[in-house]
């Protein structure tokens, strides 16, 4: 790796942080606006619905857009929309305002899941190791900070829009910085002729991507229960304050960003199949005590243990899907990204269906069950580069390398 390996990598790293930041700013109000527009359980949930539903629509434009001007536009125009987003849903007075407004969320946080994951898995085919767990773990500090800044400014009795306001120029002015360091189009993937790079793009194959897709889906019914919902069930089923509530997020992104920090060290020496599969043990049963618990304490302490477990398991499926796609064209990691929306969108309507016809408590039951299907479909993530035509790295974008002890070289 050279200098500009390491420039690329804080620059993408800074785009995590940024995304996490501002969608936990985001989240961590959830509450608040039920409380603002008088949304029952069941509105809010189809509120919530419609955010994942538009990222989807997102992700797509992501990946049509990168594969003719490279992720890195994409992602420096989707990074500051995402803080102006959340902004204007702080700001919003009227029903139809804060529509819009999470509408526009939506599509910015799918431009920038999308690229910013491409961004990641560009890094880590030149570092020729695993990295794109710290990049995840960038995310989940930034996370921490969020969740912190509507805890710190709920106590001082800031409203939404000026607690959001300020989150979004804090994350506009990283957005910023970050910005010209990130992986040009002709370092993001292996050079090759354009009759080559269409035969190893239709080479990509979908029954992986799938099978990690799923895997990808039932952690994001989990993280979204935990996303959207910690905040509402500590407030409103343990009868805590806002400060208190929306410590269950911070929790939860504060062992998610212990367990990412040491991933890569942890796939390098077990393989993505066998973090994975511990991972989605040890969720479930973060979900159960969240569940069961009777205190905040013990709530926030469940959402912890889920965070821990589970912490591994996206950067993981967008490592995978790297693997898939050795011309880095992007391809792979924008479908698996769309699982990420439909695990939101199935979370977001039956943990709202579950907490509106029984409670809030079996909501966080349900998807305790579902992560049991991570741990089936673990052994998905041992994934390899198709065959592909005979090519030529460029010296700026070394060939692809296996991720783990696990994978296959590329090829």
Known sequence: MDQRDRRARVAVAGAYFVQGFCFAGLLTQVAALQRKFGFDDTQLSLVLLAVPVVAGVGSVVAGLLSARFGSSPVLRAGGPGVCLAIALAGFAAQRWQLYVALALVGLMLGLVDATMNMQGVGVERRYRRPVLNSFHAAWSAGAILGALATSGTAHLGWSIGASLGAVAAAGVALALLAGPGQLRRAEEALQMPAATQAAVETRIPWRPIVLIGVAMMLMFIADSAVSNWSSVFIEKALHASTSVAALGLAAYQTTMLLGRTAG???????SPTAV????GVVGGLGLVLVAASGTPALSIAGFAVVGLGLSLVVPQSFSAAGRLD???TGIAIARVNLFNYVGFVVGA???GAVAESLSLRW?????????????ALAPAFRTHAPESP???PSPASPPSPPSSAEAAPAG
Not at 264 to 270: P, T
Request: proline share 6%; aromatic share 6%; glycine share 12%.
């Open 276 to 279: 994975v599969s511990v991972g």
């Open 390 to 392: 005979t090519r030529s």
């Open 349 to 351: 309507g039956m943990i």
């Open 363 to 375: 909501a966080f039951v349900i998807p305790a069950v579902l992560v049991a299907g991570i741990v």
């Open 326 to 328: 050795p011309a880095g």
């Open 264 to 270: 890569d060290r942890l796939v390098s020496r077990f």
